[in-house]
Each structure stands twice: as C-alpha cells, then as structure tokens.
C-alpha cells in the first residue's frame, strides 16, 4: 500500500555512510529529508547528490537531516562520495544508506508496480523508480512526498522551497500559494474567520471570500 501524507514514516535500521541507523531514533526532533535513487555512479545521481552536498547548510539552518537511499554498498558508496564531492566542490555531509537488501525502498513503496528485482547484475533500469522524495517531520509523520522519472534530474532549489512552505504551515491554520517563497504572503485558512484571522495576522489582503491573503510572519 502506497504512503500518505499524514503516515507515520515507517522505521528501519541500516548500515549508512555515517554507521548504522535506526531511523526513528536518528531523526529526533528534527525533520528530514530521505531521497533515493537507483545506483551509485550514475550520473544524473551524481549531480543531484552534488547539489544536496552543497545544500547542507541551508538543510542545517531549517533543523533539517538529509539522509541518501541507495540499492548499492557502504563501501560504493564511500568511493562514490569521491566523486560527488569533485563535481560539487564541497564535501558530502550526509548519510548514504546501504539498501542492497531493498529494505527501505520496499517499506517506502518506492518500487515499480510490476518490478522484477534479480539479485545478480541488478541494473539502474531495474530500480527505476527508486528516485523518490519524502519529508518527514519530527513527529515522524510524512509531510510532502515526490517521485521523478530517471531522465529527469530533481529540482533541489524547489524540494528547499516546498521544505519552507512545509514549516510555515505545520500545526497553524495557514497555506502557502502558488509559486510561495519565504517573505510572500500567506493565505490563511478558513478555519479562522475574518475578525479572528485579523486578530492573529493583522489586515488580510481579501481577494475572494474564501481567498485571504495575510503578511507572512516570519
């Protein structure tokens, strides 16, 4: 069955880049970010890893652990990280799991419906909808999820944004529109009525009656 927005993230224990991991436990209070993808050494992979690499900063500032899904070794992984980090120019700070077993890719439903998996000479082709996205907030329920074709590399600059709007919004009676990015305007939720949206927001830009526009509070 396929995850939904609200699930509890389901929990695993892996051998990582970073040494074993049980998930649950290593998120804590924090939210994360888990991405896969179908094998090491590819290169649409490897400059979607460069980019994250060269994120991290920013994942930091929004108390935000990334974490790598791979169907490949510990040991590929690590002579991979070689390379990412000569494509990104900086060091790849996050944790690569170990998901030969597939694991992880078959607890997060991230398989093809009608997938034939050998145990030897595995392809990329064969894994080729392990390149999903989910984040998970620290109440390890998942929030937002994302899944890319191979040929088409994800867009990091918008999983940062789509982060953003995650925060601004959870546990408080706001969305974001279209296109949001911090600083822009919120829309907030009916649950609130005008006078009670006012109170809480300030003066609400009213576009339609059920399309209120309030300052975003930062």
């Known amino acids: 069955m396929s995850l939904r927005i609200n699930d509890t993230a389901p929990d695993f224990t892996a051998n990582s880049t970073e040494g074993e991991i049980r998930f649950h436990e290593w998120l804590g209070d924090s939210y994360a970010i888990i991405f896969s993808h179908p094998r090491d050494f590819t290169p649409v ?13 920013e994942f930091e500032k929004r108390n935000t652990k990334v974490i790598g899904v791979s169907v490949d070794s510990v040991d590929d992984h690590q002579k991979w990280k070689r390379d ?7 060091p790849a700070n996050f944790a690569v799991i170990d998901d030969s077993d597939l694991t992880v890719a078959k607890a997060f ?3 093809p419906a009608d997938y034939y998996l050998p145990t030897e000479g595995r392809t990329p082709q064969h894994s080729a909808t392990v390149r999903t996205v989910f ?11 994302m899944t ?3 040929s088409v590399g994800r867009n990091f600059a918008e999983i940062l944004r789509a982060l953003d709007a995650v925060q601004k919004t959870d546990g408080v009676p706001l969305a974001t529109p279209a296109n949001w990015v911090p600083g822009q305007d919120v829309i907030v939720a009916l649950a609130l009525d005008d006078k009670a949206a006012e109170e809480k927001y300030g003066a609400l830009d009213i576009k339609l009656p059920y399309l209120r526009y309030a300052k975003d509070p930062a």
Do not use: W
């Not at 990412?84 to 900086?90: F, L, R």
């Not at 984040?135 to 999820?145: A, V």
């Open 45 to 57: 992979c490897t400059t979607e890893f460069g980019a994250v690499a060269q994120l991290i900063p």
């Open 135 to 145: 984040i998970i907030g620290p109440d390890k329920k998942i929030r937002l999820t």
């Open 84 to 90: 990412i980090e000569s494509v990104a120019g900086t």
């Open 109 to 111: 439903n991230m398989l």
């Open 148 to 150: 890319y074709p191979m």
